[in-house]
């Protein structure tokens, strides 16, 4: 859709953007030509979404990562929708809410009828079957990962061509919340069939879905392109919009810089920006652009402290090191009112939060508390103790917003109580393979979303993310370049293992709630976390776009969006 007004300004930035080498002239201008693609002859309805990083993959377990689940999220269609803002389960492509036995090992699902894949293929038990076999199990000699929303799963049965029953091995509360998720995105048989490598980048239109949008083109590395599936009419029931998708094409555009996102969106060449840092959102406000800001719902930004590692074993150094960042001056210079104040290791909204009480700054007692474990200033101020240096590398959490620079201001803070922070170099990718290794990564920036109790059993769970590399097998991982010894490595944690197998197994929501307390209450009794921050998603959204919302943990849904005249 074209908006002349803006030509003079698109120039400039166009010419910016060809300067800085990261975007090519005609990125923006993709999906702006008028024109109509309706039997009307209206103006279509196309939108244009500024992403500051590419998918990896669409397979819908391995869709976490930000752009992965803003594509997955828009293709495809699940057993049950999640209301983003009550986190109440509904109805979806299951009539009813799955029929659960008494122990939560059991649930059934009765499906809505004549509903099919873009392929023409039907969505019907057998093939949400398949589905969920893979997601729950992964296929390793096609390189596709279990979920981790998943566990215990025994396997499945198809009781009638509209209904599939699933079995457990012990109680899963949280599947029915699992089935919500983009993670369990429904696919086609012939999606299903594919390797990690169907569904890499460059092969996007393999991907088959159910959902009101279909991949169009791709041009890899730089645009994605959604068309509305014309014959799109099972939306969730409670959903006020019923049948095809108001926009005719969303352009999904690369746009790493932060300086490109807000240029185009400011320019009227970009309709929704995501990744809006926070230093931006007071000028954009400015500029008549809406600030849309979902919270992630689930294990708040946060620092954790890998308690294996010899020099964190002692719980004085790891209250040292919590007592001595100043929380409040880092989120008063470097985030905004969108990123509260983090006041336990899971966000206000997610389910099963307990207040924790204060993370206090005191240098003072940090200091104390350093000196009584032994560790003594070095002629560099750096502590040091039985020839060791008190320093700590910590990764930079790239999808996470600033998070350089939060490590920074911790790294400015910690030097004044004598430790010393590296961040660890390195893209995603070198950041997720060194993570695994205690010897390169002592302290992890992580968070995870998403809007269920089971979120801090993927997040501390050893089967799981691991975050504090808590499993005997770790221990085989240590590069030996980095000069730890293995056998100086400090034992599991077998108790907090057990705390978060509860929150998973409980079949009450009562009981869920008071597991989920605990394994907040021991994370701070033994100082293995310091919450940073409640993380959201932050988009700026031109006043010209209508209806867009998120789903529960912030990815972008666009079926409900149009494009109209501001108010």
């Known amino acids: 859709m074209a908006r002349p007004s803006f030509r003079a300004t698109l120039a400039t930035l166009l010419s910016l953007v060809m300067t800085m080498g990261l ?143 699933f079995h457990f091995s012990q109680p899963a509360p949280g599947f029915p919340q699992a089935m919500s998720s983009y993670n369990a995105g429904l696919l086609a048989n012939s999606s299903l069939e594919g390797t990690d490598e169907d569904f890499a980048p460059g ?39 019923q049948g095809r998708a108001y926009l005719d094409r969303i352009t999904y555009v690369l746009a790493g810089e932060q300086s490109v996102r807000i240029g185009g969106l400011i320019a009227g060449q970009g309709d929704i920006a995501r990744q809006v840092e926070a230093p931006e959102e007071k000028h954009l406000k400015e500029r008549g652009i809406s600030i849309v ?23 004085r150094v790891r209250q040292a090191l919590m007592k001595a960042v100043d929380r409040e001056e880092i989120m008063r210079t470097l985030f905004s009112e969108s990123y509260p104040l983090a006041t336990s290791a899971l966000a206000r ?30 002629p560099d101020g750096i502590r040091v103790k ?15 917003p600033r998070s350089k620079e939060v490590i920074t201001k911790v790294q400015e803070q910690l030097r004044r109580v004598g430790v010393e922070i590296s961040l660890n170099p390195g893209d995603q990718t070198t950041q997720n393979t060194d993570s695994t290794d205690l010897g390169k990564i002592q302290i992890r920036h992580t968070m995870v979303g998403r809007a269920d109790h089971d979120v801090i059993k993927s997040q501390y769970g050893t089967d799981e993310r691991n975050t504090f590399l808590n ?22 944690d077998p108790h907090l293992q057990e705390l978060v197998e509860k929150v998973a197994s409980a079949p009450s929501e009562a009981a869920r709630d008071r597991y989920s307390g605990e394994v907040q209450d021991y994370l701070t009794e033994q100082a293995y976390v310091l919450p940073l921050f409640e993380e959201p998603v932050v988009y700026g959204v031109r006043p010209n776009v209508q209806g867009f919302h998120t789903e529960s943990i912030g990815r972008p849904t666009f079926y409900d969006v149009k494009i109209g005249d501001a108010q």
């Open 471 to 492: 499993s005997e097998e770790d221990v085989e991982k240590v590069d030996p370049s980095t000069g730890l010894d293995p056998a100086d490595v400090g034992p599991t």
């Open 203 to 241: 092969r996007a239109s393999s991907v088959i879905g159910s959902g009101p949008f279909v991949v169009a083109e791709e041009k890899m590395g730089k645009t994605l392109v959604l068309r509305a599936r014309e014959d799109y009419d099972w939306a969730p029931p409670v959903s006020k919009h």
């Open 386 to 400: 039985d020839g060791h240096r008190l320093s700590f590398t910590v990764n930079e959490a790239v999808p996470q």
């Open 23 to 165: 975007l090519s002239a005609c990125a923006f201008g993709q999906g702006k030509a008028e024109q109509s693609d309706t039997a009307s002859g209206a103006p279509a309805q196309e939108l244009t979404y500024l992403e500051p990083l590419f998918f990896k993959t669409l397979y819908p377990p391995s869709a976490g990562f930000y752009p992965n689940g803003a594509v997955v999220n828009n293709i495809t269609d699940r057993l049950l929708w999640q209301d983003p803002d009550t986190l109440e389960l509904h109805p979806w492509i299951a009539r009813d809410l799955p029929e659960v036995n008494d122990d939560a090992t059991s649930f059934t699902f009765h499906l809505r009828p004549g509903v099919t894949y873009s392929d023409g293929t039907p969505l019907d038990a057998e093939n949400v079957l398949r589905n969920i076999d893979l997601y729950a199990k992964g296929d390793s000699s096609r390189r596709l990962t279990s979920s981790e929303q998943i566990s215990n799963y025994k396997g499945g049965e198809v009781l009638d061509p509209l209904t599939v029953r």
């Open 349 to 378: 909204t997610a389910r099963g939060y307990k207040e924790q009480p204060p993370y206090p700054y005191d240098q003072e007692e940090s200091r104390r508390l350093l000196d009584a474990a032994g560790w003594r200033p070095g």
């Open 293 to 315: 800001a979902h919270g992630t719902n689930g294990v708040t930004n946060q620092l954790a402290f890998r308690f294996r590692h010899p020099l964190l074993q002692d719980i």
